[in-house]
């Protein structure tokens, strides 16, 4: 066995991530977390595995999200840590220095303290859920 390697798990992140990863499952919940038994009862501004992360760029929390629903949560967590971005777990991948600025540009959704912004992406797709749901329940009325 190497005695110069740590096998603690305190050295795998720093003090300040793991603050963070703490406080966003205080307002969040547990990180990893389902919303629905099935993709098909998503509210428009559901967001499936969404990666939440910080202007450093530390993941800090991963789940389904429903930005509606855990707005109030979403602006006491920036409030409390900073600046959050929200982006779809694949493009989390390329989070390496030199891609910060992209991460944070390509998010869908960033909360700064009281202000939440839809990137048009995001803002698009939360149309055409409201449209297709609003078709739907008025298909239902009609029957």
Excluded: H
């Amino acid at each position: 066995m190497n005695k110069n390697r740590k096998s603690d798990c305190r050295y795998l992140v720093s003090r300040e991530e793991l603050v963070n990863f703490k406080t966003a499952e205080k307002f969040l919940g547990i990180s990893g977390r389902m919303l629905y038994p099935s993709k098909s009862m998503r509210k428009p501004t559901t967001i499936f595995n969404a990666y939440v992360f910080t202007d450093k760029v530390q993941n800090i929390w991963t789940g389904d999200i429903e930005i509606e629903r855990d707005r109030e949560k979403l602006i006491g967590l920036s409030k409390e840590i900073g600046t959050l971005y929200i982006m779809l777990e694949g493009e989390i991948r390329l989070r390496m220095p030199e891609n910060a600025e992209r991460l944070k540009t390509n998010a869908l959704v960033i909360i700064d303290k009281e202000l939440v912004t839809f990137s048009d992406t995001f803002q698009a797709y939360v149309e055409f859920w409201q449209e297709r749901l609003n078709t739907s329940i008025e298909k239902k009325e009609g029957e």
